[in-house]
Antibody, heavy 123, light 111 residues
Framework: QITLKESGPTLVKPTQTLTLTCTFS??????????VGWIRQPPGKALEWLAL???????RYSPSLKSRLTITKDTSKNQVVLTMTNMDPVDTATYYC???????????????WGQGTLVTVSS | QTVVTQEPSLTVSPGGTVTLTCASS?????????PNWFQQKPGQAPRALIY???NKHSWTPARFSGSLLGGKAALTLSGVQPEDEAEYYC???????????FGGGTKLTVL
C-alpha cells in the first residue's frame, strides 16, 4: 500500500525559504522507473506542477519556478525534500507530493497523492 | 510557456454522457504526451483516473474512458452519476526541461 505525507511549516514570512518533506511508504525510490513529484494548488485555483525527482536522481523543475526550487531525496529515510526560496504571498497554496511510475505499462505520473499541506505566506 | 487548455465548466444530466477535452498550445495532442486525467472533489487531494491516454487505474470506474479526439486528449463519462460532480484536470508530458503541465481544470456539474 503506497502512502505519502507532506510535512513542514504552515506559515512562512515573505522572503523566507520554505522546506517541505514528503515521507512515503509502500515503494522505494531506488526502484527503476519510480519518482516523486511536488504539486501545489493556491486556494480556489488549478493544480501546478513544481518538481520531480526520479530513482536515478534525475531532477526536473517547472521552468517558471526553476530558479527558486531544489528537490532532493533520501532513499534510506524514504523522504523527498523540496525547498523554495524567496517566498511571496502568491505562493500561498496547498502543497502535495505524489508518486510517479514509468515503464512498459506506460507513464503514470501522480497515481498516489499525499493529503497535502497548506502553506500560508504572510508577515 | 506551454499552456494546456480545458473547458472551464460543463454541465451534464444524471445518466448522460459528457466529454471533456485537453488541448496543448504547442499543437495537436498525441499519445506521446501521455495524457493523464485526475478528479478532485472539494477538500480532497486529486485522484488519478486515466494514464497514457486511455489506460485506467485499478480504482477507475468503468464509466470513465480516455481517448484522443480532434487533436486533443479527451475524457468521456458515460452514465454520469451525481458523485461525478467534481473538478477534472488533465496533465500532459512534454519531456526535457518542460516536464509536465496541468490544464486549468474543468468544473463538472451534474444537474
Amino acid at each position: 500500500q503506497i502512502t505519502l505525507k507532506e510535512s513542514g511549516p504552515t506559515l512562512v514570512k515573505p522572503t523566507q525559504t520554505l522546506t517541505l518533506t514528503c515521507t512515503f511508504s509502500g515503494f522505494s525510490l531506488s526502484t527503476s522507473g519510480v519518482g516523486v513529484g511536488w504539486i501545489r494548488q493556491p486556494p480556489g485555483k488549478a493544480l501546478e506542477w513544481l518538481a520531480l525527482i526520479y530513482w536515478d536522481d534525475d531532477k526536473r523543475y517547472s521552468p517558471s519556478l526553476k530558479s527558486r526550487l531544489t528537490i532532493t531525496k533520501d532513499t534510506s529515510k524514504n523522504q523527498v525534500v523540496l525547498t523554495m526560496t524567496n517566498m511571496d504571498p502568491v505562493d500561498t497554496a496547498t502543497y502535495y507530493c505524489a508518486h510517479l511510475e514509468e515503464g512498459k505499462d506506460g507513464y503514470k505520473p501522480f497515481d498516489y497523492w499525499g493529503q497535502g499541506t497548506l502553506v500560508t505566506v504572510s508577515s | 510557456q506551454t499552456v494546456v487548455t480545458q473547458e472551464p465548466s460543463l454541465t451534464v444530466s444524471p445518466g448522460g454522457t459528457v466529454t471533456l477535452t485537453c488541448a496543448s498550445s504547442t499543437g495537436a495532442v498525441t499519445s506521446g504526451y501521455y495524457p493523464n486525467w485526475f478528479q478532485q472533489k472539494p477538500g480532497q487531494a486529486p485522484r488519478a483516473l486515466i494514464y497514457s491516454t486511455s489506460n485506467k487505474h485499478s480504482w477507475t470506474p468503468a464509466r470513465f474512458s480516455g481517448s484522443l479526439l480532434g487533436g486533443k486528449a479527451a475524457l468521456t463519462l458515460s452514465g454520469v452519476q451525481p458523485e461525478d460532480e467534481a473538478e477534472y484536470y488533465c496533465l500532459l508530458y512534454y519531456g526535457g526541461a518542460e516536464g509536465v503541465v496541468f490544464g486549468g481544470g474543468t468544473k463538472l456539474t451534474v444537474l
